[in-house]
């Protein structure tokens, strides 16, 4: 059985930082890509950033530096860095797998809420 599970999430100033986690289990980590998309309310479900099995990284532009994609292939385990995080950050966070090669092979965590707020 394939599971995703995020945590770090949570409420955080304007300016703070967080740092969520997904750790991966039921399947050959170190051969999918990893990503982290987030959802707003009202607003459709978007690509934060994603780091390639090589480690090769890309980000939303709306992220931009703000953020850092990391993973850990021993402990299974893929990070995203959140600093100088802002009002509009504030979303549901998920963790997503997709297999290298058979594309269509892809999993979702559950869902990490970040709440941005003063």
């Known amino acids: 059985q394939v599971q995703l599970v995020e945590s770090g999430g949570g409420l955080v100033q304007p300016g703070g930082s967080l740092r969520l986690s997904c750790a991966a289990s039921g399947i050959i980590f170190r051969n999918y890509a990893m990503g982290w998309y987030r959802q707003a309310p009202g607003k459709q479900r978007e690509l934060v950033a994603v780091?390639?099995?090589?480690?090769?990284?890309n980000y939303a532009d709306s992220v931009g530096a703000r953020f850092t994609i990391s993973r850990d292939n021993a402990k299974n385990t893929v990070y995203l860095q959140m600093n100088s995080l802002k009002a509009e950050d504030t979303a549901v966070y998920y963790c997503?797998?997709?297999?290298?090669?058979?594309?269509?092979?892809?999993?979702w965590g559950q869902g990490t809420q970040v709440t941005v707020s003063s």
């Open positions: 780091i390639t099995k090589e480690g090769s990284t």
């Open positions: 997503n797998a997709n297999h290298a090669i058979r594309l269509n092979i892809i999993y």
